[in-house]
């Protein structure tokens, strides 16, 4: 899977060095609340969870990223596309560690992958789940032109589906 970089992001593939960083980011309950796939509440499955990204792109092809602050070095999040089984569409989505938030990277990260999306998987529509009450990412959503589309059913939770066509 390709690296890409922003202005202040280095998104990289996701790989199990990625494993110490990663658990700490998903034990965060306000991290992890805000996610519509089911809890992480331990070590194991923080590791589950990083197994299935790393899973699903040798599967699909494609993943969430990890992503780096290139000035720090340090682990910020996740984001990128996604399309597991049972999922209503391609989807892009970002999870950021706590101490990254208010700092724009979801944004920015969301915004690479879904020109990705669109420009390598050429895709012609692109969605997004967010549990209600996640108004952070619907405010990331809507800064990438992702527009309120319906309420779905996901792993046994409503969530609420925004989304875009390919531009023209």
Request: glycine content about 10%.
């Amino acid at each position: 899977m390709t690296t890409l970089e922003t202005e202040r992001l280095i998104l990289r593939p996701l790989t199990g060095d990625d494993f110490e960083d990663y658990a700490a980011m998903m034990s965060d309950p306000e991290v992890a609340n805000g996610l519509a796939e089911p809890s992480v509440t331990s070590r194991e499955d923080a590791w589950r969870s990083l197994a299935k990204f790393i899973g699903h792109r040798e599967i699909r092809g494609f993943s969430h990223w990890a992503l780096v602050e290139k000035d720090t070095g340090r682990f910020a999040g996740r984001a990128g596309p996604w399309q597991p089984y049972g999922f209503p569409g391609l989807g892009v989505g970002w999870c950021l560690a706590r101490p990254m938030w208010g700092k724009g990277y979801a944004t920015e990260a969301a915004r690479a992958a879904l020109a990705y999306c669109f420009d390598e998987l050429d895709a012609e529509e692109v969605v997004s789940l967010i549990l209600p009450g996640n108004e952070r990412s619907v405010s990331v959503a809507e800064r990438i032109g992702h527009r309120y589309l319906r309420d779905v059913e996901y792993l046994g939770r409503t969530a609420r589906m925004y989304g875009q066509q390919r531009p023209r």
